[in-house]
Structure formats: C-alpha cells, structure tokens
C-alpha cells in the first residue's frame, strides 16, 4: 500500500495562485507516473495534469498555460502550481500514482475554493 498525503488547498480569489504538494511513501517514485484529478460538486472526477517518469508532461485544455506539474524524485513529491485561477476551478484536487506493475494509488484530497 502506498501512501500519498496532499497538501495546499485553501480558498483563494479569482486570479489567485495555490500550489498543491503530494507527497508519496514510496521506493518506486521515480519510476511512477504522477497525476493530478479533480473532482467539482455534482460532476464526474477529471485528469487535470499529468508528468511521467521522463518528465513529460500533459494537461486538460481548461488548465493549459495556467498549471504547471511538476515532480522532485528526492523528495517523492509531485507539484501542481495553479495560476490565475477561476471559480471554475473549484473542487477536490486528488494525487494519483500509477508505477509499473502497481495498482492505482489515490491521495486523500485536498479541497480547492476559487471565490471572491
């Protein structure tokens, strides 16, 4: 079983930046790829970002050019910086990690308010 702990999330207004961290009880990080999902009231939970074990990286259209993900292998940490953010950006933020040959690993999430 692996452990993820999210932290980071608050309320913030419109325009506003947060920065999430996950970090990750694992020996396996560096070989895992890292998401972040989230889940807004009354709708279905979606990938929000998403870097692999290479550093690639990949994003929801809604998010391009606001959020940065990011990963610190000595740290077992994967980040998401979220600029400019808007109400619609309002939800629980989950950490995911998928290593090879693991099962899917969820964070317990952290709750994300954009408000004014």
């Known amino acids: 079983q692996v452990q993820l702990v999210e932290s980071g999330g608050g309320l913030v207004q419109p325009g506003g930046s947060l920065r999430l961290s996950c970090v990750a009880a694992?020996?396996?990080?560096?070989?895992?790829?890292l998401s972040w999902y989230r889940q807004a009231p009354g709708k279905q939970r979606e990938l929000v970002a998403q870097?692999?074990?290479?550093?690639?990286?990949s994003y929801t259209d809604s998010v391009k050019g606001r959020f940065r993900i990011s990963r610190d292998n000595a740290k077992n940490t994967v980040y998401l910086q979220m600029n400019s953010l808007k109400p619609e950006d309002t939800g629980i933020y989950f950490c995911?990690?998928?290593?090879?040959?693991?099962?899917?690993?969820w964070g317990q999430g952290t709750q994300v308010t954009v408000s004014s």
């Open positions: 694992t020996d396996r990080f560096m070989f895992s790829v």
């Open positions: 995911h990690l998928k290593g090879p040959g693991t099962p899917d690993y």
């Open positions: 870097i692999s074990q290479g550093y690639s990286t």
